[in-house]
């Protein structure tokens, strides 16, 4: 679960994100949209506790990620867009200094059926430089799995993968969501947003326009036609047609 409130981020004079309220239940998938600049990438992160909330509470699986920060992090996984890995650690090297770091018992029981879920096992004692962009982004979520997190933050995790990789992590993120997990999710690809999320929450200018099941969203934007897709909720919710 988590639930915020009034989130707002500013950065000097300029505020990216204002008096955002938003709650997501276990089992939910709810995706973040909005052009470019709209502060979903500020969004996540403040919810994942990489940088600071200028104002607001923000509860995760029930821990409040300011008084309570350690139990917050421990619960969730943050996937930025860009991984971010260690140039002089291997694949199964990452796995076992991330064990480490989260105190993983076991982790090689789960480290491998990891390695095999992202198809990333047999490049275990290779580097990140000698992997491909999507094999370093599901080395990155690999990583962040291991400590089985309740509560996923994923910064457009379909980017950059190809039709196969795009299936495969929306399966996983799927399969995640089944097993109870909360997950947040950012991404431009609103056909594939459509197979994966429950809600969506449309952000334009830092500030929520609409939220709710993508039904919802489109009967609001809808105009009367019977089925909008969510790429034409999101021209007409953004202001590329008025709606
Ligand atoms: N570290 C920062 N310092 C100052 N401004 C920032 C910083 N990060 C993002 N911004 C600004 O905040 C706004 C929202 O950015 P971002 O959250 O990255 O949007 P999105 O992910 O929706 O494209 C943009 O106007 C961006 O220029
Ligand atoms: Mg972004």
Do not use: W
């Not at 707002?8 to 239940?25: M, N, P």
């Amino acid at each position: 679960m988590i639930e915020v409130h009034g989130l707002t981020k500013r950065y000097g004079d300029f505020t990216a994100v204002r008096d955002l309220s938003l709650r997501v239940g276990s089992g939910e998938v709810l995706g973040l949209v909005g052009p470019n600049g709209a502060g979903k990438t500020t969004t996540l992160r403040c919810l994942a506790g990489i940088i600071p909330a200028s104002a607001g509470t923000i509860h995760l699986a029930g821990h409040d990620l300011t008084a309570t920060p350690v139990a917050a992090k421990r619960a969730l996984a943050f996937f930025p867009d860009e991984p971010r890995l260690f140039e002089y650690l291997t694949v199964r090297q990452h796995l076992n200094f991330v064990a480490r770091i989260y105190g993983v018992r076991n982790h090689e029981t789960i480290a491998q059926p990891l390695l095999e879920e992202f198809e990333i096992a047999d490049k275990a004692d290779q580097l990140p430089g000698e992997l491909s962009r999507g094999m370093k982004q599901k080395l990155a979520i690999a990583c962040g799995l291991l400590h089985g997190p309740q509560v996923l933050f994923f910064d457009e995790p379909l980017t950059g993968l190809d039709p196969l990789g795009i299936r495969r992590m929306k399966n996983s993120i799927l399969q995640r969501a089944r097993a109870g997990a909360t997950i947040v999710l950012s991404s431009h690809l609103l056909h594939l947003l459509e197979e994966v999320c429950t809600h969506v929450l449309i952000l334009k200018k830092g500030e929520k326009i609409a939220d709710g099941t993508i039904p919802e969203v489109a009967a609001r934007f809808s105009q009367g036609e019977p089925t909008v897709n969510l790429e034409e909720v999101f021209l007409r919710a953004t202001g590329g047609t008025e709606g």
